[in-house]
């Protein structure tokens, strides 16, 4: 098993719009499938529920670590935390890390999550499995929402 899952997706739209879609809490929420409470702030806990179908219980938790506008958007969380009688707090959380590029035809998007090394060892391997092909689905999710949003 590797400590971190990376994706890419090239993305027909302007790097502006890519970074609003990130970072505006609202459309995030909407394509990742999150209501999150509050505008994302650096060194602050974005907190929120999962509206995804079977996971709408569960609550979404995240400190945001770095906004360069247009460039790069980052938050520590603990991934796939979905049992609610659990406390994940004295787990190191995984960073997730959104990189931006500008291309010909509009903007690469590359999401990285690391840090899966440190999970405990009973976690470690679901947790990566499972935010390995969820990230797949957010890359389809948010190229889909910048196409009907176009």
């Not at 090239?10 to 499938?33: C, I, K, M, P, Y």
């Not at 935010?131 to 999710?141: D, F, L, S, V």
């Amino acid at each position: 098993m590797s400590d971190r899952i990376e994706k890419t997706v090239d993305l027909a739209a302007a790097l502006s719009r890519v970074w609003q879609a990130l970072t505006d809490h609202r459309q995030f929420g909407e394509w990742f499938r999150v209501h999150i409470e509050s505008p994302f702030v650096v060194g602050e806990t974005s907190r929120g529920h999962i509206t995804y179908p079977g996971y709408e219980h569960l609550r979404w938790e995240a400190v945001v670590q770095r906004m360069e506008p247009e460039r790069l958007f980052s938050f520590t969380w603990h991934p796939y935390a979905v049992d609610p009688g659990h406390d994940y707090s004295a787990e190191t959380p995984t960073l997730v890390e959104f990189t931006l590029e500008r291309t010909a035809t509009g903007t690469r998007l590359k999401v990285v999550e690391s840090g899966f090394d440190r999970l405990p060892e009973h976690r470690r391997d679901l947790a990566f499995r499972s935010n390995e092909g969820g990230w797949a689905i957010q890359m389809e999710n948010i190229a889909g929402y910048l196409r009907d949003a176009a």
